[in-house]
């Protein structure tokens, strides 16, 4: 258990409580409930006790654009997982994303090469018009795949918005994933128009993506044509792309209007993807309606977004903080868009773009400010931050460090919301509360909707302890199912085998008793570099074909206030671990995987420890090099095996 602190570092003042979002939406509920709430502890109760009637309310708050209403708002709230949300209703996404249709700035895109470019709300809609007819033109319907190996720029919002306008299913991989990666997710899900950029920039070098693009494309032969947008080069070759067409070339023409198809509410609308820890990664089907009522929530009320509010979130289109930022559309806010390297040209490259931008919520990692403190940046006297109201962290727990320096070097009078959910719901469990004071190493409260609690090994919630993050009741985000799960099996496991009918997460927290939570990382074998959640089955293949490798064991080691990935190999006999072989390891896990798998410390070791039923027990290595008692020894093949990995030198540098 952690020390709770009882003074805050941060309380909203009483004006700043009272122009809130959250607290002109809990008048909302008082004059409609005939309630008296007053604070947020007993809006969240309200919340989860009246589940129906709260996401009824937000319904109407956030003005969700819909052409038919709905009927009923669950069919069984006691069901999960399969409770059904909103029935009868009709929306299109896109529609409700670009409601706002004047000289508003929407997209401001800052990448690496210093080019910016501003798209106003008018200009944002008449570009997805003229995509969308496009698309529509080449046969996508409802249902299609439409996959996106991009860039974070303004192309890539236009295009997830013009096929979703259309009620196509979207799904996207960030250009430094390794051509397996990509074959690994877009592989499963067959999409039938691929929209890349030519290249990306990384610390300042442009890097190609075409001749991954053609690889990949080779491999997927459901692709009918793949759309170049021009980035590292103003008209790329396409001679190597059959089926590429210049992007230009589609926005030929002008659409003057959209025709947003119409859908129910559990449209698939995304398809994310599972870390891969025990084999391909798991692709996640999300419904329309439920991530962007969810999203909403989070935006409006926990990040008290308004439409003149400037946000950024540092972010890459394969992780799910991109497909949360594009919801701020919704709100009409304006989106700045970063791409590169957040250390480019310096590590006080991003404050500057804040200065610049006068942005006024500010989105990134754990990891992040954990290498900004390290650098000496002090943004608070190097730039001008007085616009910035709020600074969100997510990917893995922030320090309590981290916390004092934010309050100390960045800003003294502003929200920090660390914030942390998952790509499995598109959105948070536990979020910021605009309302409420910062405590130190502590997420402000569990997000409205949501009945998340702390459960010990018996299944019992428990408050000032450390357990297991569940959620008991449904909630609308919740994937709709898995790809190629037609008996649900895959989806079950992932969430429902320890608990039935409880929602497990995979992260240990503590549920503090002002209502806090206090996260402790992940309760799996997932790893979580930066920020970013990747698996070893991604890595174990690419290791398969060194042959000097007889086997090998990954796992992630908290590190710094991160985590950093460690791979332990077992060489064949006669052959000696060297420099020479760690640096082709390293290079090819950063050409099939990406840059994000590739490991920190390569550790020779004398054997890997299995299970009876020959699995590799990859958690009880993270224990012992952790310091944990790993229980169970019994079920292991060879549970000396676990001795080499105790006590390594290798691990405290």
């Known amino acids: 258990m952690m020390k709770i602190m009882s003074e805050p570092l941060w309380s909203p003042s009483t004006e700043r409580i009272k122009t809130t979002n959250m607290y002109r939406f809990m008048q909302e509920v008082n004059r409609s409930y005939k309630e008296d709430f007053s604070e947020y502890d007993s809006l969240y109760q309200w919340s989860i006790e ?42 299109n996404f896109a529609e409700n994303l670009l409601r706002c249709q004047d000289e508003r700035i929407a997209l401001v895109f800052r990448g690496e090469n210093q080019v910016r470019r501003a798209v106003s709300y008018r200009e944002l809609y008449a570009e997805v018009a003229k995509v969308a007819a496009a698309l529509r033109q080449a046969g996508i319907v409802p249902g299609d795949r439409v996959a996106g190996f991009m860039p974070n720029m303004p192309e890539s919002i236009i295009a997830m918005l013009a096929a979703t306008s259309l009620g196509a299913t979207w799904s996207s991989c960030s250009p430094d994933f390794g051509i397996k990666g990509v074959l690994d997710r877009f592989g499963q899900i067959k999409p039938k128009v691929l929209f890349t950029a030519d290249g990306y920039f990384f610390k300042g ?22 759309i170049v947008v021009p980035y590292v080069n103003e008209r790329p070759d396409l001679g190597g792309l059959p089926t590429g067409v210049h992007y230009s070339e589609i926005c030929a023409t002008e659409t003057p209007e959209i025709d947003f198809v119409q859908l129910p509410f559990d449209h698939p609308l995304y398809i994310m993807y599972s870390s891969g820890t025990t084999g391909l ?47 701020s559309l919704a709100v009409g806010a304006t989106l700045v868009l970063y791409d590169g390297n957040p250390f480019h040209p310096g590590p006080e490259a991003l404050w500057r773009m804040a200065e610049d931008e006068k942005i006024t919520v500010f989105g990134t990692s754990a990891g992040y400010i954990a290498a900004l403190r390290d650098s ?44 942390s959910g998952g790509s499995d719901l598109n959105g948070c469990f536990a979020q910021g509360n605009p309302m409420g004071p910062v405590f130190e190493g502590e997420l402000q409260c569990r ?72 996260m402790y990382g992940r309760s799996d074998a997932t790893l979580n570099p930066g920020g970013v959640r990747i698996g070893t089955a991604e890595i174990y293949p690419i290791l398969d074909e060194i042959d000097t490798i007889e086997d090998s064991v990954v796992v992630g080691q ?49 054997d890997i420890p299995y299970t009876l039923n020959m699995k590799k027990v990859e958690l009880a290595v993270q224990k012992v090099i952790h310091g944990q008692e790993v229980k169970n020894k019994d079920a292991l093949k060879n549970p000396e095996a676990l001795d080499f990995f105790a006590g390594l030198d290798e691990l405290v540098e």
Not at 65 to 89: H, L, N, Y
Request: proline share 6%; hydrophobic share 40%.
């Open 447 to 518: 997000a409205l909707g949501m009945k998340v609690f702390a459960y010990d090994e018996d299944g019992k919630p428990v408050i000032g302890q450390q357990g297991e993050l569940v959620c008991t009741a449904p909630f609308p985000s919740m994937p709709l199912y898995f790809w190629d799960d037609e008996s649900g099996k895959k989806y079950h496991a992932a969430y429902f085998d320890r608990y039935p009918g409880v929602w497990t997460h995979g992260d240990f927290i503590e549920v503090t008793e002002r209502g806090g939570i206090i």
């Open 50 to 91: 009246n589940l129906e009637a709260f996401w009824v309310e937000l319904w109407k708050f956030a003005g969700i654009k819909a052409s038919r209403g709905f009927e009923r708002v669950i069919d069984d709230p006691t069901k999960m997982p399969g409770a059904q949300w909103f029935v009868g209703s009709r929306l």
């Open 281 to 327: 990664p798991k692709c996640m089907v999300q419904g329309a309606g439920g991530v962007l009522l969810t999203q909403i929530k989070e935006l409006l009320l926990h990040t008290d977004l308004k439409r003149r509010d400037t946000i950024f979130y540092f972010t890459t289109c394969g992780w799910m903080m991109w497909n949360w930022l594009v919801t």
């Open 558 to 606: 908290q590190w710094q206030n991160d985590v950093r990935v460690i791979l332990f190999v077992k060489m064949k006999p006669g052959v000696t671990l060297t420099e020479e072989i760690r640096d082709q390891v390293k290079t090819a896990i950063r050409n099939f995987a990406s840059p994000r798998h590739v490991p920190a410390k390569i550790i020779a070791i004398q």
């Open 376 to 419: 000496g940046v002090k943004p608070a006297r190097q730039f001008d931050l007085g616009p910035l109201k709020a600074l969100l962290s997510t990917g893995s727990p922030l320090s309590k460090e981290d916390f004092r320096f934010i309050y100390r070097e960045i800003k003294a009078d502003m929200q920090l919301a660390s914030i």
């Open 205 to 226: 070098k442009p890097l190609d993506s075409l001749e991954r693009v053609a690889r990949i494309a080779e491999k997927l032969p459901s692709i009918e044509r793949i």
